[in-house]
Nanobody, 125 residues
Framework: QVQLVQSGGGLVQAGDSLRLSCAAS????????MAWFRQAPGRERDFAAA????????RYADSVKGRFTISRDNPKNTMYLQMNDLKPEDTAVYYC??????????????????WGQGAQVTVSS
C-alpha cells in the first residue's frame, strides 16, 4: 500500500505561481509512476503531468506544457507540481496519483492505484 498526502493549493490571481506537494509513504517507490490530475466542477478528472520515479521521463498535457513542471525528491519521497503563469481555466481540484509495476506514463485515471486527498486551486482573473 502507498499513502499519498498532498499539501499546497489555494487562491491566486491569474499569472501567479503555486506549488503542490505530494508526500508518499508505505513502500519504496522504485519502478513507480506518479502523476497529477485535476478535476474542475462538472468535468471529468483530466491528466496534467506524470513522472517516472526512477528515471528522467516526464509527460505533460498540452494545456499545461511550458507552464507546469513536475518533479520529485527521491530522498524525501515527495513529488511536486510547480505551476507558473496560472490561468482561470486552471481552477480545479488537483490530485496526485501513483501506480507501480507498469511501463510508460499513463494519462488515464483508471491506470493509477493510489490517490491523494485532493487540493483546491482557484485562479481568479
Amino acid at each position: 500500500q502507498v499513502q499519498l498526502v498532498q499539501s499546497g493549493g489555494g487562491l491566486v490571481q491569474a499569472g501567479d505561481s503555486l506549488r503542490l506537494s505530494c508526500a508518499a509513504s508505505g513502500r519504496a517507490l522504485y519502478n513507480y509512476r506518479m502523476a497529477w490530475f485535476r478535476q474542475a466542477p462538472g468535468r471529468e478528472r483530466d491528466f496534467a503531468a506524470a513522472i517516472a520515479w526512477s528515471d528522467t521521463r516526464t509527460r505533460y498535457a498540452d494545456s499545461v506544457k511550458g507552464r507546469f513542471t513536475i518533479s520529485r525528491d527521491n530522498p524525501k519521497n515527495t513529488m511536486y507540481l510547480q505551476m507558473n503563469d496560472l490561468k482561470p481555466e486552471d481552477t480545479a481540484v488537483y490530485y496526485c496519483a501513483a501506480v507501480g509495476g507498469i511501463s510508460g506514463l499513463p494519462i488515464v485515471p483508471g491506470s493509477y492505484d493510489y490517490w491523494g486527498q485532493g487540493a483546491q486551486v482557484t485562479v481568479s482573473s
